[in-house]
């Protein structure tokens, strides 16, 4: 009795970490491999697994026979799909091999509608199925008269879609193609496996129970272990990104989702059913120890990350590591500005002055306001009286001072680690007329001053190899997407990537954005626009009474409105002079003469401002074309016509 009670306990824990497991893989197929024929093909598989295991788990829950009916019908929805499910996988699985046959895509169809007509069977009748009983650890119906018809056709359809897989892999002609093929058709039999119990159950209700539960417990687990194979194996078949990015998107999915919820499942089934425990009611225990696993999951997880990428790319962990801690330390422009505020807050605290100000002259917007405390009255005064010359003569630490005095500010004209390059200029309110740091003050400031040297210095230097990786990402992009790929017999779509070139990756794709935004409200740089064939451009015509040239100046606002800064809008500020430029310029029309006195600057300066205006606009609408491309891009080596 005590073995009974063990294995019904284990096998109704599998269930419920089964369910969560089909559940958590079918909605991450739907949102990441919808587009694919192969991932909607594996989604309806899952599905059937889902909604068997489900009821099975609702059924333990249910102490008497009338309520456990709704169920046992529920689960039939899965079982009585399985074997159009199958069918459907194994067509869509030698389709994308450029084995096609109409034959079998009719008997795709057909089997669906046979296990629609089957559930109508086991709902509303008692040909299929009849009434329930229960077996220890099992309740299930019995067989109807029908139900040999049903094993019959589902065991073979389920030998037929297994030679289907089979003559899928020997089309196969690349050794990789092989691998993740053999993958699916060794884990291809875990759905069949999770229907079968209840098919044995009803065909042999007075199977003994130590036996059936055995049997339950040993395929749960193999069911469980096949069914994340073929996962991966789906996930990676055919699909545009390498596979390192598949297999870890996978497994921390998995980590985080199921696996958390797998855990929270088993503290509440172990948990003992007395109405207290430790003097404490048992909801109040419960809900405390759902929490710290919930938390403590995530924490170990994050702990353990490099250890399990480690495990995930044992043969690239030195440049995985790389990424990461580049990942990790890159500064963005809110991050520089950030923590040039933080070092010009600490050096006021430390001088004990209200203002102070960082500007950047090297920053690839132009010479910059990074930061400043205090008034920004005084400190636009202090900018506009600057006497350059009279600072550039001076040295920083002339005569043992870090400061030039000058305007009743003390200024430090920031370097480079080799010194022979200005990066910016530190200014900060003087608290008296004569240079008065103590020695303590003078190692401090040294410090802070160090700390803005190096962030301005690493900025310049980030940028630099941003504006490298811009001119290689699209090769690197086009080369990870045909690598990546699975190169089956006189694949079309791999053909049309190998030859189409999307106007994003094209050099002079910045040129083609300019003309576009010089036609802005019409024209034939508009009208035959090289962008007009844009993905983005062609997802947004319901949108514009499908006219491609609405639909791009549609595109080419949201890549413009992309660039506004949050706040109200101010003519002479450098966080707003992009938008400013872009709006000014191309969508309200005015002439340069007229933005350039508006925004206060000469006109020369304005072109050279309005280049890089382009330039990001073009790196936007880049990245609207290929965030919704990596999804669409599934398809890479399976037939359009799926």
Not at 79 to 97: G, K, N
Not at 320 to 337: A, F, G, K, N, P
Not at 338 to 352: F, H, K, P, S
Request: glycine residues 4%; proline residues 4%; contains cysteine.
């Amino acid at each position: 009795m005590n073995t009974i009670y063990l294995l019904t306990g284990l096998n109704q824990l599998l269930s419920s970490a089964i369910t969560i497991l089909t559940f958590s893989l079918l909605v991450y197929m739907i949102t990441r491999n919808l587009r694919s024929s192969l991932g909607r093909a594996f989604a309806v598989l899952l599905a059937c697994v889902c909604f068997t295991y489900a009821g099975d788990v609702a059924i333990f829950r249910i102490k008497n026979m009338p309520d456990a009916i709704p169920w046992l019908k529920f689960q039939w929805i899965g079982i009585a799909f399985t074997p159009a499910a199958y069918l459907h996988f194994a067509d869509v699985l030698l389709r994308t091999t450029n084995a096609h046959s109409s034959r079998r895509r009719v008997a795709v169809v057909m089997a669906y509608f046979f296990g629609f007509l089957l559930i109508m069977l086991a709902l509303k009748t008692n040909y299929l199925v009849q009434k329930p009983f229960h077996l220890e650890g099992a309740t299930q119906f019995t067989a109807g008269p029908f139900f040999t018809i049903f094993t019959v056709y589902f065991y073979t359809t389920i030998i037929w879609g297994t030679y289907k897989v089979y003559l899928a892999r020997t089309r196969c002609l690349t050794s990789g193609a092989r691998r993740r093929m053999t993958y699916l058709a060794i884990s291809f039999i875990a759905p069949a496996l999770g229907i079968y119990p209840y098919m044995l159950i009803a065909s042999i209700p007075s199977l003994e129970p130590t036996l059936l539960l055995s049997i339950l417990f040993v395929g749960n687990i193999g069911i469980s272990i096949m069914i994340m194979v073929m996962a991966y194996s789906v996930a990676s078949f055919g699909a545009l990104t390498p596979d390192r990015v598949v297999k870890h998107d996978l497994v921390h999915f998995m980590l985080r989702g199921p696996l958390a919820a797998i855990l929270v499942v088993t503290v509440i089934q172990a948990l003992p059913k007395h109405p207290s425990l430790l003097g404490l009611p048992r909801d109040f225990i419960l809900a405390t120890l759902i929490v710290a696993v919930i938390v403590l999951s995530q924490l170990f997880i994050n702990l353990a990350k490099s250890f399990i990428d480690g495990l995930i790319f044992h043969q690239d962990r030195q440049e995985v590591m790389w990424i990461s801690e580049l990942d990790r330390r890159l500064l963005t422009t809110t991050d520089l500005q950030q923590a040039l505020e933080n070092i010009l807050i600490t050096m006021c605290e430390l001088l004990r002055v209200k203002n102070g100000f960082i500007y950047n002259i090297n920053a690839r917007q132009g010479p910059r306001l990074e930061a400043q405390v205090g008034s920004p009255d005084v400190t636009e005064t202090a900018l506009a009286a600057i006497n350059v010359s009279d600072l550039v003569e001076q040295k920083n630490g002339h005569d043992g001072y870090h400061f030039i005095i000058q305007n009743n500010f003390w200024f430090v004209i920031l370097k480079n680690k080799a010194r022979d390059k200005s990066l910016g200029l530190l200014g900060i309110e003087a608290r008296t007329a004569d240079y008065d740091l103590t020695p303590s003050e003078v190692k401090s400031s040294s410090l802070l001053l160090a700390q803005t040297e190096l962030a301005l210095e690493d900025r310049l230097l980030q940028q630099e190899i941003f504006m490298v990786l811009k001119t290689i990402i699209p090769e690197i992009e086009r080369v990870q997407r045909l690598r990546s790929a699975v190169p089956y017999t006189d694949s079309p779509n791999l053909i049309a990537e190998a030859e189409s070139v999307s106007p994003v990756h094209q050099k002079d794709f910045p040129d083609m954005v300019k003309d576009a935004l010089k036609g802005y409200w019409g024209g034939p740089k508009l009208n035959s626009s090289p962008l007009l064939t844009l993905r983005v451009v062609q997802e947004n015509l319901g949108e514009n009474e499908g006219s491609p040239v609405r639909s791009l100046r549609s595109v080419l606002n949201k890549a413009i409105e992309q660039q506004r800064p949050e706040g109200e809008r101010h003519m002479k500020t450098s966080d707003w002079l992009i938008y400013n430029i872009l709006d000014l310029k191309f969508v309200q029309g005015m002439r340069v003469r007229d933005i350039a006195n508006r925004l206060a600057m000469s006109e020369s300066d304005l072109y050279r401002k309005q280049r890089f205006a382009i330039e990001e606009v073009a790196r936007t609408l880049k990245e609207m074309e290929t965030h919704g491309a990596t999804i669409e891009n599934q398809e890479l080596g399976i037939p359009k016509d799926l």
